[in-house]
């Protein structure tokens, strides 16, 4: 007992010391293979052939970055992340949405994979969520619950093989992209409970009519494009109230059917004015830096039309825009057009391309910086857990 009483003195400074350090290496958790900034709460594990979620996830992390991996199934692996706000799974192997995502969500992006249908459980319970790119899949069904995602507000489902526009979207949406698709109809009523729904992407598909009426409850309207289907013309019967109708809309209407004229839409024919609309899913962050010939395939949901008056007036130098809540700049190039000729439509899109490599150099280096004081603080500390051990020696 006392031989017990002795020691115990001598060797609780020794175990606060190691506990210490235990602690400061703790508060630096960030996965070896992944880079952390932020204090490891923005993390980016994109482009490193990951078949499997890394180990070692902080669980307080607010965005992070699994895109153009090898994932296959994430599913429950993600539940327990409650703080987690921005989530990029793209361009991996999922052939659906994982199960399970942390409902505190605001941005999922889950674009460029093999997902063919979205159940009304995928999507039932994440009330926070503001943005969802569902692009470059296969999807041909969605299934969306009346009263659900009430907060979402741009939904980007282009590039996939709809054949017609998914009913009872969310009320509360600002943006939708159906572009890219094999849309033939729109079922009477699919859009009447869109009333905020102000820029409506609809070019490259099927349509070759639509029935009368059909846009006419979107009071919100301010962009919709047309371009790019074979529309029936020869038909007057059934086309001639859709184009009744864009010369009264105040809505600025790009690929007018029929190819009147290259844009429509009488409040906005008189202005010239480019049109951009948000891309959603971003090329992996610092990609630039590890491959600086990569180019991440089309992502962006329909950015930079203008028509061709607005061409010949508008410049093309790129502008920087902070996104709130991310360690990260979007970088938006005024190239896309959409053009009209007596024969065709075509469009081009750009690409939204984020942190070059001056963007992420510093971000490195005060990552490195932050790692080095690290070391420095446990050299410290062993050498005082060394002069502790050789005074209890004496």
């Not at 899109?349 to 490599?357: K, V």
């Not at 932050?370 to 500390?381: D, G, K, N, R, Y």
């Amino acid at each position: 007992m006392e031989r017990t009483a002795h020691t115990t003195p001598t060797s609780m400074p020794t175990n606060l010391l190691l506990l210490l350090l235990f602690g400061v290496r703790v508060l630096a958790i960030c996965p070896p293979i992944c880079s952390c900034s932020r204090g490891h709460r923005v993390v980016d594990c994109s482009a490193r052939g990951l078949a499997i979620l890394p180990d070692s996830l902080q669980h307080n992390i607010h965005f992070l970055n699994l895109s153009h991996n090898r994932l296959k199934d994430l599913d429950e692996l993600l539940n327990h992340f409650d703080h987690l706000r921005t989530l990029d799974i793209s361009y991996n192997h999922l052939h659906h949405l994982p199960v399970g995502l942390p409902r505190a969500l605001w941005d999922i992006r889950a674009s460029g994979n093999y997902i063919s249908q979205i159940e009304k459980n995928d999507t039932a319970y994440h009330w926070n969520l503001q943005k969802l790119d569902l692009s470059h899949n296969l999807l041909e069904r969605v299934v969306f619950i009346n009263n659900t995602l009430s907060n979402l507000q741009a939904l980007n489902l282009s590039h996939n093989k709809f054949w017609t526009v998914p009913t009872n979207m969310p009320h509360n949406l600002d943006m939708v992209d159906l572009s890219h698709n094999y849309l033939l109809q729109i079922l009477p009523g699919s859009l009447d409970r869109l009333p905020r729904l102000s820029r409506f992407y609809l070019h490259a598909n099927r349509f070759n009519s639509l029935s009368d009426g059909v846009f006419s409850q979107l009071y919100g309207l301010q962009l919709l494009t047309l371009g790019e289907n074979p529309w029936a013309c020869e038909d007057e019967e059934n086309i001639n109230h859709m184009l009744t109708w864009m010369q009264q809309t105040p809505a600025k209407i790009l690929g007018c059917p029929c190819y009147t004229r290259p844009t429509c839409g009488e409040a906005h024919l008189a202005t010239r004015r480019t049109w951009h609309s948000a891309a959603f899913t971003e090329p992996p962050l610092g990609a630039d830096a590890r491959h600086p010939g990569h180019r991440a395939p089309m992502q962006a949901v329909t950015s930079g039309y203008m028509s061709k008056s607005a061409q010949l007036n508008v410049g093309q130098s790129p502008s920087t825009v902070n996104t709130s809540g991310q360690d990260e700049q979007i970088l938006i190039g005024g190239g896309g057009l959409l053009t009209s000729t007596p024969h065709s439509l075509s469009t081009q899109s750009s690409t939204i391309r984020t942190r070059s490599t001056k963007k992420v150099l510093p971000d490195r280096a005060r990552s490195t910086s932050h790692q080095i004081h690290i070391c420095s603080f446990e050299t410290t500390i062993l050498g005082l857990l060394c002069q502790v051990l050789i005074i209890s020696a004496w």
